[in-house]
């Protein structure tokens, strides 16, 4: 036998309306495909780039490359544009995220593509005369060029035989740099992130030659005597070593006297002694801020200890 016919209320509530079935329930919708966004990037057509690709039209047409050839792009063999302190603050500020954020990827791909590096940062460094600007930007180039897996560090062998020191001098600011100027929880990020890339760098020579003197035996100066005595009677060539270098500093010490000029300073107070430990303990620091109630350590019932107690 065939179903009865439907009644006015079956009807209304049916699938005639879409909404229910004959029992009064709703029915569920098929699930709906998110939609595709697809968005126009520095004036280019919609179907040439997806959020986050650049294409070539992207790059020619984008403002910071207008800028790139008006001011640093030359072609091999010609001297670096002139140097614009304003150009490198703007761009700071603008692309590489001004220290209130990260950098946005497609901004610092951009530069790198640029080879804003190469031509205009590191040609236009200076030790004496470069802002903190200008030494957190090479950070950030550099980090860029670890991210995408590049050579980071060919741009300052290109200069290292002509200038052996300016690498040198380039890494005596970025150890500097937080006494400069306070930096913000995302430079400092940056500049850590730097010197993992330098301690794991350690293969290349002119990285090596700056990077190991801070993690060598003067920073053992700071260890409390007792703790170094201790240290030192567990390995005899250690302890001999270390004997050579105070042999080393007192000798220097009596020259200096002797000579009457610049004051000697100890090797406690050095920064291949003391640089690594500062940069332990503000670090330790910036975690008891984030967490709070930590004891300096960032982990509860942990509290950190003086110099004295390293």
């Known amino acids: 036998a065939g179903k009865p016919p439907a009644t006015k209320r079956q009807k209304s509530q049916g699938g005639d309306t879409g909404g229910r079935d004959n029992r009064g329930v709703t029915a569920k919708e098929p699930p709906r495909k998110a939609a595709t966004v697809v968005g126009a990037v520095g004036g280019s057509k919609p179907d040439e780039v997806r959020r986050g690709v650049l294409t070539v039209s992207t790059i020619e047409s984008d403002k910071l490359m207008q ?3 008006r001011v640093w792009q030359r ?7 002139a140097w614009e302190e304003k150009v490198a603050t703007d761009i700071y500020s603008a692309e590489l995220g001004g220290g209130r954020r990260s950098p946005t990827l497609q901004r610092v791909q951009l530069l790198e593509i640029s080879q804003y590096l190469e031509q205009y940062l590191w040609p236009h460094f ?3 005369d470069s ?3 200008h030494v957190l930007s090479i950070v ?3 980090n860029e060029k670890f991210r995408e897996g590049v050579d980071a560090w060919t741009p300052f062998h290109a200069s290292h035989a002509a200038h052996p020191e300016k690498f040198a001098s380039f890494f005596r600011r970025v150890m500097a740099v937080k006494s400069e100027r306070a930096l913000t929880v995302c430079e400092k990020t940056a500049h850590l992130i730097f010197l993992i890339h330098v301690f794991q760098s350690l293969e290349d020579e002119m990285v090596r030659a700056v990077a190991l003197p801070l993690v060598s035996l003067p920073l053992w100066a ?3 005597p007792g703790r170094l005595t201790l240290e030192l009677s567990k390995n005899a060539q250690l302890e001999k070593h270390w004997r050579y270098l105070q042999k080393k500093e007192a000798k220097a010490a009596k020259a200096a006297a002797k000579e ?3 004051p000697h300073v100890p090797l406690r107070e050095r920064p291949e002694a003391v640089w690594l430990p500062a940069l332990v303990d503000e670090f330790l620091k910036t975690c008891e801020g984030a967490l709070g109630g930590t004891g300096g350590t960032g982990v509860p019932g942990v509290a950190r200890g003086g110099r004295g107690g390293r």
């Open 131 to 133: 802002s903190a600007t």
């Open 126 to 128: 200076s030790a004496a």
């Open 75 to 81: 072609k091999a063999g010609e001297a670096p544009g």
């Open 140 to 142: 950030m180039m550099v």
């Open 67 to 69: 800028t790139a050839a």
């Open 222 to 224: 700071n260890l409390s």
């Open 260 to 262: 009457g000029g610049a």
